[in-house]
């Protein structure tokens, strides 16, 4: 299984950005985001289930959605009014049984 993320840049505080993550396998019990800042551990963003429930951390819910492209085999993070805050690099996640893949990280810098 590979996860390829993508989307990451430099963009101003109010601004939005969407991150997508491609999936060379199927049959995931849910996908995820995480980010690790500079000098912080890494912390878990959001997550979507097989079955479409969607969850969020307390810091980025009402600015940031989750969604997926089943037929692409695809997932997205929407992420709208970034703060210098979420400055840091985003990584996908996925599990299937027993097993977590992880994927590459894209960088995000929120800053004027």
Do not use: H
């Not at 991150?19 to 396998?25: E, I, K, T, V």
């Not at 097989?50 to 969604?67: E, L, N, P, Q």
């Amino acid at each position: 299984v590979q996860l390829q993320a993508s989307g990451g840049g430099l963009v101003q505080p109010g601004g939005s950005l969407r991150l997508s993550c491609a999936a060379s396998g199927r049959g995931f019990k849910s996908t995820a985001w995480y980010r690790q800042a500079p000098g912080k551990q890494r912390e878990w963003v959001a997550r979507i289930t097989a079955g479409g429930d969607t969850d969020y951390t307390d810091s980025v819910k009402g600015r940031f959605t989750i969604s997926r492209d089943v037929r692409k085999n695809e997932v997205y993070l929407q992420m709208n009014s970034l703060k210098p805050e979420d400055t840091a690099n985003y990584y996908c996640n996925a599990v299937r049984g027993s097993a977590t893949f992880w994927g590459q990280g894209t960088l995000v810098t929120v800053s004027s």
